[in-house]
């Protein structure tokens, strides 16, 4: 299947998902944005946009891997969940 539609969520202690919000749209590409305070907020907005259709999810690196895994849970398969991750070489290092 096609991957059209995705969700990103910025976990963030001084943004509300209430106001913090956007998405950018094309005619075959779509992906909303919002950044979040809590595991339990980036669950409120994955069901969100689960009746916006999203099919993946991706979670910003301020998620631990066990928060990655409530999201996954909670939405009960209708989408799926990645974790961006960071890799350990300093920046500019090859390899």
Not at 39 to 57: G, N, S
Not at 59 to 80: D, N, T
Request: glycine residues 8%.
């Amino acid at each position: 299947m096609l991957q059209q539609r995705y969700g990103f969520i910025v976990k963030t202690p001084d943004m509300d998902f209430l106001a913090h919000q956007g998405r950018l749209k094309s005619e075959q590409f779509e992906i909303a944005v919002c950044a979040v305070r809590s595991v339990e907020e980036a669950i409120l907005v994955a069901q969100e946009l689960l009746t916006r259709h999203v099919q993946v999810i991706e979670l910003s690196g301020g998620f631990a891997q066990q928060e990655a895994e409530q999201v996954r849970l909670a939405l009960q398969g209708r989408a799926r969940v990645g974790l961006v991750q960071y890799l350990e070489a300093p920046l500019g290092a090859v390899g």
